[in-house]
């Protein structure tokens, strides 16, 4: 089975720009996370959906946002890119929205210039 | 969430045990251990969980303690391609799947 599926690998942007990343779950995960994890650091999490709705949000700015689709993949955007940006964006799905362990794509490598 | 003290690196010799060590003395009657491991350049990988009995499964055993303030992920066999950072993480069923990273332990297996 294929695990969850993580669109770019790699981006580049300029300060002040919009991005989009993309994330498919693994089949039969109906929940979806997403962390952004800064180099050297852990990851932090930025948003939680199960079944399309918000279930958690950390400490991140209204820059950031997301959305859970019908097919339970996810998009996450940013908007007014800033140079702190610059991250490994991860995504996890999860059976359900309680404890289930998660299971993480290899992520989308952000880097804002 | 408790927070979790771990020892920032350690090595270990390829094919001995590595015992990692992690520290929740603040850990509720309701918070579960979680361990989580990245291998360079990956996403976060699942290992084990437990509440207070211990743990094994295929990749390693949860062992802890009976006052649950601290614990150990044995991983029985070590290999080069264990060499990670390794997490340990409390969790409250609550808060679903917001897991709070630490600074984890960057584990060296040498040959």
């Known amino acids: 089975d294929a695990g969850v599926t993580q669109s770019p690998t790699h981006l580049i942007k300029t300060r002040g720009q919009q991005v989009t990343l993309r994330c498919s779950p693994i089949?039969?995960?109906?929940?979806v996370s997403w962390y952004q994890q800064v180099l050297g650091q852990g990851p932090q999490f930025i948003f939680q959906?199960?079944?399309?709705?918000?279930?958690g949000r950390g400490n991140f700015p209204d820059r950031f946002s997301a959305r859970q689709f019908p097919n339970y993949s996810s998009e996450l955007n940013v908007n007014a890119l800033l140079l702190g940006d610059s991250a490994l964006y991860l995504c996890a799905s999860s059976l359900e929205g309680g404890h289930s362990p998660l299971h993480f794509g290899n992520g989308t490598r952000l880097t804002v210039t | 969430d408790a927070k979790t003290t771990q020892p920032p690196s350690m090595d270990c010799a390829e094919g001995r045990a590595a015992n990692l060590p992690c520290n929740h003395s603040?850990?509720?009657?309701?918070?579960?251990v979680y361990w989580y491991r990245q291998i360079h350049s990956q996403g976060p990988q699942y290992i084990i969980h437990g509440l207070k009995n211990n743990e094994t499964n295929e990749m390693a055993s949860l062992i802890i303690t009976e006052d649950r303030k601290s614990s150990t992920l044995i991983l029985p066999h070590a290999t080069l391609r264990d060499t990670a950072v390794y997490y340990c993480i409390v969790l409250i069923k609550a808060a679903g799947n917001k897991l709070t990273f630490g600074g984890g332990t960057r584990v060296l297996v040498k040959p």
């Open positions: 603040t850990i509720s009657g309701n918070e579960y």
């Open positions: 089949s039969g995960h109906k929940s």
């Open positions: 959906y199960y079944e399309k709705e918000e279930r």
